[in-house]
Nanobody, 115 residues
Framework: QVQLVESGGGLVQAGGSLRLSCAAS????????MGWYRQAPGKQRELVAA???????NYADSVKDRFTISRDNAKNTVYLQMNRLKPEDTAVYYC?????????WGQGTQVTVSS
């Protein structure tokens, strides 16, 4: 079983920045995809950004000009740099790793953007 530990969430004013981190541990295949999802109250969980170990990235249209996903394969850690945050970015952010045969999820970290 792969475990994910997230950090970096918090409260920030609109226009501010946060950086989320997620460290994975366990038996991890050389090829994998790590990413971030978010879920706001009353809404479905949605993909924010994902990045494969080979360097292929994918972003939601709503964040692609403001967020940057990166990873350190040696540390099995993925980061999400969030700039110019908006109130609509408020959600619980979940780290995810796709192992090919299944996926593991972090516990979630709250990001709140005030007006």
């Amino acid at each position: 079983q792969v475990q994910l530990v997230e950090s970096g969430g918090g409260l920030v004013q609109a226009g501010g920045s946060l950086r989320l981190s997620c460290a994975a541990s366990g038996i991890i295949p050389s090829f994998n995809v790590m990413g971030w999802y978010r879920q706001a109250p009353g809404k479905q969980r949605e993909l924010v950004a994902a990045l494969s170990s080979g360097g292929s990235a994918n972003y939601a249209d709503s964040v692609k000009d403001r967020f940057t996903i990166s990873r350190d394969n040696a540390k099995n850690t993925v980061y999400l740099q969030m700039n110019r945050l908006k109130p609509e970015d408020t959600a619980v952010y979940y780290c995810n790793i796709n192992l090919g045969w299944g996926a593991s999820w972090g516990q979630g970290t709250q990001v709140t953007v005030s007006s």
